[in-house]
């Protein structure tokens, strides 16, 4: 089983190299191979298992608290603008 | 390190009487640091920060001020955020990140007045397991030349084996802890899921990161855990459950404990020597009283298959919000290990794909947290190898994703189960470190820290 490298990094948003695809393609084919192992077990009726200590629906109440600062948020940023991130065009 | 005979509770014993200064041991510390700057254990050393503090510590010590770690210079993972440090995640994606606050586990022990020193060197993101994932080199053994020290939390484990600070802290998403622990003849101990707060700490795999720490001795660890430990709002994944006395379980003696050991753990894959001496303390611990047994654990064979689907999943989606815009630089940046897993957990979450990966792993991760709750019906504690061989050359499986991954063996069980493990020092093997772990059900860190003392007391 291979992956389709050049198009899962694509959903990924990351580029790569020619060079890059052609490793990474030849590396995760064995680790595909071995993770197919999974196929040798039945495991029919039995429940996913997502929270291992078995919490379930911890919330909070929806109060506002402080949090940070206009500029310490943007400390960070490479790119702003009038206080506030400044993004090559999306549409 | 002058003050390397000292335990951290002996330590702040003589800070309290005064004889002598945290100044003058964070000074012996930093100095231990620059003379060892070969293994590469740090990334960032905050010496005049940590200078500072310690003479502020010093003062507090003289008004009267007594705190556990008051004074007490240790060293933090730089997957931790550090308010105002440079925190890397050892990628060059964030070579120039500098958070604007802290993690819980770091707030809570500044709190309890330890003194931090720097961020150590980890494999990037903490992808790995030697240590040598890192955009800022590898780290190397203290015990032997080019040698590994054990990821992912390499730099943290060196700098208390080499008695560069008292403690460090680490993350353990498949053995991050306990094996550089077992590869640098120190404690390392994975707490329970959800025990420590990963607040602030930079996520793994969110449903397998366990936020834990390096020592010397099990009853540091203990105090330590005592420290971090505990509900946070900020994460939902601690729980109410009280923070036991870790203390009182060093005043119980182990007799009549049940030690299980899970013979698929012990079988062809184990290098001789490691099984040899962890026989040995076995027989020990039972000279002493304990009870062991011979367990199993079924859906072993494939814990790693289930771990290889379940960890790139939560990576890829985690490393997601590294867009280079908010902080850290351009996607390009991420490191070889770091887009391999982000490709692969793409590639099983993604349409098509998601069932038979993904929900299938899901499922088995179900029978073998449903493997150890039978076991632990039966035995108190699991012992079990850390990992299958002795510390590898750098260099060596560079190369070969498959076999590093393989390497987790026997560590990434406890992770998928949510279950703690404290590895333990058990001497060394042609000048090289081996260690073993100790296993129990949720929240049984107490239990760990009583059989792992009584490990440390066998002096083999």
């Known amino acids: 089983m291979k992956i389709d490298v050049k198009h899962v990094a694509k959903l990924a948003n990351l580029p790569l190299s020619g060079d890059e695809e052609e490793k990474f393609e030849r590396q995760l084919a064995s680790i595909i191979e071995y993770v197919e192992k999974l196929n040798e077990t039945d495991v029919g009726n039995v429940e996913e298992t997502s929270q291992i200590t078995g919490l379930e629906n911890v919330t909070r109440?929806?109060?506002?608290?402080?949090?940070?600062?206009?500029?310490?948020?943007?400390?960070?940023?490479?790119?702003?603008?009038?206080?506030?991130?400044?993004?090559?065009?999306?549409? | 390190m002058n003050y390397s005979a000292y335990t951290i509770q002996e330590l702040r014993e003589s800070l309290k009487k005064k004889h002598f200064s945290s100044e003058s041991v964070v000074k012996d510390c930093l100095r231990e640091i620059e003379d060892n700057k070969n293994l590469n254990a740090f990334i960032t050393v905050c010496e005049k920060e940590a200078v500072e503090k310690a003479k502020e510590a010093d003062k507090k010590i003289k008004e009267g001020a007594d705190l556990p770690l008051l004074g007490v210079p240790i060293s933090i993972?730089?997957?931790?955020?550090?308010?105002?440090?440079?925190?890397?995640?050892?990628?060059?994606?964030?070579?120039?990140?500098?958070?604007?606050?802290?993690?819980?586990?770091?707030?809570?022990?500044?709190?309890?007045?330890?003194?931090?020193?720097?961020?150590?060197?980890?494999?990037?993101?903490?992808?790995?397991?030697?240590?040598?994932?890192?955009?800022?080199?590898?780290?190397?053994?203290?015990?032997l030349k080019d040698y590994v020290p054990g990821g992912s939390s390499s730099g943290s484990a060196v700098s208390v084996a080499a008695n560069m600070c008292f403690a460090s802290t680490g993350t353990d998403t498949g053995g991050s802890i306990r094996l550089p622990a077992s590869f640098c003849n120190v404690v390392g101990l994975k707490p329970t899921y959800g025990r420590v707060s990963r607040y602030g700490v930079i996520a793994m795999a969110s449903s397998l990161d366990s936020i834990g720490h390096f020592t010397r001795y099990v009853e540091e660890s203990a105090l330590i855990l005592s420290i971090t430990a505990g509900k946070d709002p900020y994460d939902g994944t601690t729980p109410n459950e009280k923070v036991e006395d870790y203390s009182s379980y060093f005043k119980k003696n182990i007799k009549g404990i049940r030690i299980g050991m899970p013979k698929e753990y012990f079988s062809k894959g184990l290098d001789k020597r490691i099984k040899e001496k962890i026989e040995k303390e076995v027989r020990y611990l039972e000279s002493r009283g304990a009870k062991i047994e011979i367990i199993s654990l079924p859906h072993t064979e494939y814990a790693i298959a289930c771990y290889y689907i379940i960890l790139p999943a939560e990576v890829s989606s985690n490393l997601a919000r590294y867009d280079g815009i908010r902080y850290g630089s351009a996607r390009q940046n991420f490191g070889d290990e770091a887009k391999r897993r982000i490709i692969l957990g793409t590639y099983v979450l993604?349409?098509?794909?998601?069932?038979?990966?993904?929900?299938?792993?899901?499922?088995?991760?179900?029978?073998?947290?449903?493997?150890?709750?039978?076991?632990?019906?039966?035995?108190?504690?699991?012992?079990?190898?850390?990992?299958?061989?002795?510390?590898?050359?750098?260099?060596?499986?560079?190369?070969?994703p498959l076999a590093m991954y393989l390497t987790d063996i026997y560590t990434v069980t406890a992770n998928l189960a949510g279950i703690p493990g404290l590895s333990v020092p058990i001497g060394l093997v042609d000048g090289l470190p081996v260690g073993m772990q100790i296993l129990g059900p949720h929240f049984s860190e107490g239990r760990l820290f009583q059989v792992g003392k009584a490990v440390e007391e066998s002096g083999l």
């Open chain 2, 77 to 143: 993972k730089d997957m931790y955020l550090t308010k105002g440090i440079r925190t890397t995640a050892a990628s060059k994606v964030l070579d120039d990140y500098i958070p604007q606050y802290s993690a819980t586990a770091v707030k809570k022990l500044e709190n309890a007045g330890a003194i931090i020193l720097g961020k150590t060197n980890c494999d990037a993101w903490a992808h790995g397991s030697s240590g040598e994932n890192s955009d800022y080199g590898p780290t190397e053994n203290p015990y």
């Open chain 1, 61 to 91: 109440e929806d109060h506002p608290k402080p949090s940070l600062s206009q500029d310490e948020a943007l400390s960070n940023a490479k790119s702003k603008h009038n206080g506030l991130f400044k993004v090559k065009k999306v549409l």
């Open chain 2, 350 to 400: 993604s349409s098509g794909y998601y069932d038979a990966y993904y929900k299938k792993a899901m499922k088995i991760r179900t029978l073998i947290k449903k493997d150890f709750d039978e076991a632990f019906k039966k035995v108190d504690v699991i012992i079990a190898p850390v990992s299958p061989t002795l510390p590898w050359k750098i260099g060596e499986k560079a190369d070969d």
